[in-house]
């Protein structure tokens, strides 16, 4: 795999993602406990068959985004984020960024 594949903040492995042609819904739980570790569960599932994870869990982290992202929940990697010192871009604060909704729902058409 090429190493541009994991640079960070680059969204070209996209399109490659496992997670292209699922309900988009899926990967933006309302909470990560209670019921909804059900559809949490789901959506890591298919993050666990992909083969760009890494290069998703890379991006999220380094993007702040919302949902599920690399196998991940936004507070793992929030704390993933304390423990290493990594910060995420400014618009972390958005609840579901334009390329977290491409991400998901499959139109992805590059950035
Ligand atoms: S969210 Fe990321 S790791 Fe999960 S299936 Fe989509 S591209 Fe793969």
Redesign the pocket.
């Known amino acids: 795999m090429p190493s541009s594949l994991f640079a960070g903040d680059s969204p070209g492995?996209?399109p490659?993602?496992?997670?292209?042609g699922?309900d988009p819904e899926l990967?933006f739980p309302i909470t990560a406990v209670g019921p909804a570790l059900a559809q949490v569960f789901a959506?890591?599932a298919?993050?666990f068959?992909?083969?760009?994870?890494a290069?998703?869990?890379s991006y999220?982290l380094a993007t702040g985004q919302a949902g599920?992202?690399?196998?991940t929940t936004q507070e793992e990697r929030h704390a993933m984020r304390r423990s290493s010192g990594i910060r995420a871009r400014e618009h972390s604060a958005m609840p579901r960024s334009a390329s977290a909704a491409a991400?998901?729902d499959g139109n992805f058409a590059g950035q």
């Open positions: 492995w996209m490659r993602g496992a997670c292209q699922e990967f959506a890591k298919v993050c068959r992909c083969a760009v994870r290069a998703c869990l999220a599920i992202w690399g196998g991400h998901h």
